[in-house]
């Protein structure tokens, strides 16, 4: 058990340098191009000091071009997740946390693209995932049976830190209020899954 263990986080560490070089691949593109990333409509000129892949911390800028895609992606990668998760995952208790993020991120998804219909934000959601995140599927996908769940919660704690950063900080400094007081809301989501990603990690000897 612990040399899958030790396998399925050597598995983890390998994602995160191959998405670290997905990241400044798309960053240098971006900056030479200035034209849209495959991931439904982020625009490199809309960025504004914000880094494509992904917001550091909560205080770092965020514009509504950038937050709405990439709210939606986080939305649409936690669903596409949460499915795989839901049906391979062994514990009954990662499970259950899998079916949670599958209700809690389609009903973000819901209301966000709510908004942009009914509002004049001049940006659309996300229509797909952009490669970073379409990365983490095809990596959690082709984890074995005995290292899925640690590179299902390994991916969720890292998503989890990078949706609260994003929610965080549109909530305190974004524009449209009540696009503000919904990512104000996402993130008090968000904080009550990383606080179960926790319990689930230290529970369970992860």
Not at 61 to 85: F, K, L, R
Request: hydrophobic residues 35%.
């Amino acid at each position: 058990m612990k040399q899958g263990r030790n396998a399925g986080w050597a598995r983890y560490a390998g994602l995160l340098m191959i998405l670290s070089l997905i990241a400044c691949n798309e960053r240098e593109q971006g900056e030479e191009t200035g034209g849209e990333e495959s991931g439904g409509g982020t625009v490199a000129r809309h960025f504004e000091d914000v880094r494509p892949e992904g917001v550091s911390s909560p205080e770092d800028p965020v514009t509504t071009t950038y937050y709405i895609p990439q709210a939606t992606i986080g939305d649409m990668y936690e669903i596409e997740a949460g499915g795989i998760a839901a049906a391979r995952a062994k514990d009954p208790e990662v499970r259950a946390f899998a079916r949670k993020m599958v209700e809690d991120h389609g009903k973000s998804l819901k209301q966000l693209t709510a908004f942009t219909t009914n509002n004049p934000a001049n940006r659309a959601t996300a229509q797909n995932l952009d490669p970073r995140r379409r990365a983490m599927v095809e990596n959690l996908q082709a984890a074995s049976d005995d290292e899925f769940e640690h590179v299902y919660l390994g991916q969720q704690a890292a998503a989890h830190d990078e949706a609260f950063n994003l929610h965080k900080s549109f909530a305190s400094q974004g524009a449209y209020p009540e696009l503000q007081e919904m990512a104000a809301r996402n993130a008090e989501t968000i904080e009550q899954h990383r606080n179960m990603l926790k319990a689930l990690m230290n529970g369970n000897g992860r």
